[in-house]
């Protein structure tokens, strides 16, 4: 790898570029799914190549190949600076990139069982162990379970000398069930929608998730729900369970940070940001019991590495500190602007992708509350658990979410059953009264968080606990 790496800083020197790095990844990938008590899918999937970035008269250039080799590796490094020089006939500033990096280091996903070096068939079977406890429960009309493991393989080099190779291993799961009414159909998942839950883990993490005992709960909740109460249009408290304040926290808080979004050179996918820089350091972003921060470094978290795609070590960064809005995530380039240094979130979906300011781990810190407790501190208000649908405004300030499930609380207890819940708020006023934060902490999985254009599907984590929030606009507005 390190005679190929060289070919290509010094091809891309050599044509003109003052600056050039390159990423070279193999991704390996397997999913196998089941549904109705059936195999459903098993995909394996292998991608190999590289990516060439450069700066030349000041500007970015970038491009890629599958092809990994030495002469390759030469003409593509040209064709980057060839695309820079391209795009500095319409510069509006030069690139900075601030002080030089220089990592030279490796870094593996500690996993205790390689998913890999599982069968398929061992797979498929825990799958339809939990279909079979799914469609056990009488009502059920759909059930489906799905399996995902993917390592990749990346070495990265730059003239300012950094090499860093990297093997990132995930491992994910998850199961739903459907059931269907005279006129309406409700979904139960585990252990969250969307799919699977993800953590950067070996195959242990897929045994510890007890599809299987879980399975039929969650379909008797599917069936309940179709007689269930509909929410009720109401201001109220409402209490999240941790999943669905990891997407709040996604939504209202991960995206709004990216620096470049503030920037405006990210804005064709999902928009700007709110949180303009006259606000850090002063404004409220939410209560004092609001602490949120970036951490590459947790163990297990699916926006967990050891560097980047620029090569900057993995760090955390506190975000929001006790309500006040503190930082970003940035890459080298916007962090020069504003005379600091990376903070390490700049990451790209494969070798055929140019880097971006990506979410890493983006986390609610823990509070000192139980959940049972806040449920009893609860006179009246509701509890909703597991998110369904969601919708946010393009600086991410207005946003409506629904959620699987709810339930009542009356007097400090649980009580009936609600279904179609959804809740609406306004950022800064939502987190504003928030005033408990859980214990009860967990780190949640994203696996396809999107961005850029052409679209990026990013990898990333959000760990919460339980919150509660009063004077919350729940149920359809009128």
């Known amino acids: 790898m390190r005679d190929l790496t060289d070919r290509a800083l010094d091809a891309a020197v050599a044509a003109g570029a003052t ?19 059936r195999p459903d899918g098993l995909l394996e999937d292998e991608s190999v190549g590289f990516g060439i970035r450069v700066v030349a008269g000041g500007a970015w250039g970038f491009a890629s190949s599958s092809r990994v080799d ?13 695309i820079a020089r391209a795009s500095a006939l319409a510069l ?21 069982i390689d998913p890999f070096s599982i069968g398929a068939d061992q797979k498929l079977a825990a799958l339809l162990d939990a279909d079979a406890a799914m469609r056990s429960v009488k009502g059920i009309s759909v059930t489906e379970g799905s399996f995902e493991c993917l390592r990749i393989t990346k070495t990265f080099a730059s003239t300012e000398g950094s090499y860093v190779q990297q093997t990132l291993v995930e ?13 309406d159909a409700q979904r139960r998942s585990f252990p969250q929608s969307f799919g699977r839950q993800h953590a950067t883990a070996g195959y242990e993490y897929f045994q510890a998730m007890q599809l299987t005992e879980n399975a039929a709960r969650i379909a008797e909740e599917a069936v309940q729900l179709l007689t269930a109460k509909p929410c009720p249009e109401d201001v109220t408290t409402v209490i999240l369970d941790s999943s669905q304040a990891a997407l709040q926290v996604h939504e209202s808080c991960g995206h709004p940070i990216e620096l470049d979004r503030v920037f405006g050179t990210e804005a064709s996918y999902a928009g700007t940001s709110f949180l303009t820089l006259d606000k850090r350091g002063s404004y409220r972003y939410g209560s004092d019991q609001v602490t949120i921060a970036a951490d590459a470094t947790i163990p297990g978290a699916l926006g967990t590495f050891g560097f980047d795609d620029e090569g900057v070590p993995a760090q955390r960064t506190v975000i929001v500190d006790r309500g006040t809005f503190t930082n970003y995530l940035t890459s080298r380039e916007t962090a020069a602007r504003l005379g600091e240094s990376s903070n390490g979130t700049m990451r790209a979906d494969g070798w055929s992708r140019i880097p971006l300011i990506r979410m890493t781990n983006v986390n609610l810190e823990p509070g000192d509350w139980t959940l049972e407790d ?18 946010i405004d393009d600086v991410r300030l207005n946003f409506q979410f629904g959620t699987e499930i709810a339930w009542e609380i009356r007097g400090g207890k649980l009580g009936a059953m609600l279904k179609n819940a959804t809740y609406t708020g306004i950022t800064p006023r939502f987190w504003g009264a928030c005033d408990a934060v859980g214990r009860e902490w967990t780190v949640w999985g994203t696996p396809n968080c999107g961005k850029g254009q052409p679209s990026q599907s990013m990898h990333v984590g959000h760990g919460a606990a339980p919150i509660r929030v009063r004077g919350v606009q729940i149920g359809l507005m009128r």
């Open 19 to 37: 600056y050039a790095d390159i990423r070279i990844e193999r991704m390996e990938r397997q999913v196998v799914s089941a549904k109705n008590g």
């Open 70 to 82: 030495g002469r390759e590796i030469e003409r593509i490094a040209r064709q980057a600076v060839e």
């Open 92 to 112: 509006a500033e030069p690139v900075e990139l601030g002080e030089p990096i220089r990592s030279i280091a490796t870094y593996a996903t500690p996993v205790q």
């Open 171 to 183: 491992t994910g799961a998850g199961i739903e069930a459907l059931a269907v009414g005279d006129s």
């Open 374 to 391: 806040m449920i009893a501190d609860t006179d009246r208000g509701v509890y909703m658990q597991t998110n369904r649908s969601w919708s």
